[in-house]
Nanobody
Framework: QVQLVESGGGLVQPGGSLRLSCAAPRSIFSNSLMGWYRQAPGKRRELVASVFTGGATNYADSVKGRFTISRDNAKNTVYLQMNSLKPEDTAVYYC?????????????WGQGTQVTVSS
């Protein structure tokens, strides 16, 4: 069972910052597109940001300019730096590893970490 271990969620006031971390096994991390998704109550899970093995990134329009995704290949860890947080950012955030090696693909998920933005 592949485990993605997340940390860093919590309660923050509007305008504040949080950093999420997600560690993966090296064999998975080095061959995966890493991403962060979120799911708010009553809503579908949505992609927040993703980072390719080479470092190229992609962001949802709603977080551009506020969130930064990065990966540390030496630590097998992906980060999501979230600044200028808004109440609408409140959700459970999930780390995702989309593993691709030759013809093999697998999707791995973390357990989720709650982010609550409220005064």
């Amino acid at each position: 069972q592949v485990q993605l271990v997340e940390s860093g969620g919590g309660l923050v006031q509007p305008g504040g910052s949080l950093r999420l971390s997600c560690a993966a096994p090296r064999s998975i991390f080095s061959n995966s597109l890493m991403g962060w998704y979120r799911q708010a109550p009553g809503k579908r899970r949505e992609l927040v940001a993703s980072v390719f093995t080479g470092g190229a990134t992609n962001y949802a329009d709603s977080v551009k300019g506020r969130f930064t995704i990065s990966r540390d290949n030496a630590k097998n860890t992906v980060y999501l730096q979230m600044n200028s947080l808004k109440p609408e950012d409140t959700a459970v955030y999930y780390c995702n590893a989309y593993y691709v090696l030759f013809s093999t693909t697998e999707n791995y998920w973390g357990q989720g970490t709650q982010v609550t933005v409220s005064s």
